[in-house]
């Protein structure tokens, strides 16, 4: 997880920088993808509690890019 959180933190100062798009889509399918796997393993864990803590999570990483990146008016 800490080397998933370092990627998370230099896609969101480095490529999101310069291509918000392109870093926001990332962002999104990882946390996604994060958030299905982890749930679906802590239910067949017999951890539904964990699948529930797992939505303040998402919704923590997530929120912050759910918009689209609106285009600079020049």
């Given at each position: ?14 490529v999101y920088a310069s291509a918000p798009e392109l ?52």
């Open positions: 997880m800490i080397g998933w959180g370092i990627l998370l933190w230099q896609l969101t100062t480095r870093g926001r889509n990332m962002v999104l399918t990882s946390m996604a993808t994060w958030f299905v796997i982890e749930c679906l393993a802590s239910i067949a864990a017999g951890l539904p509690l964990n699948a529930v803590f797992n939505i303040g999570f998402l919704l923590l990483f997530v929120v912050p890019f759910w918009r689209p990146v609106e285009a600079a008016h020049v």
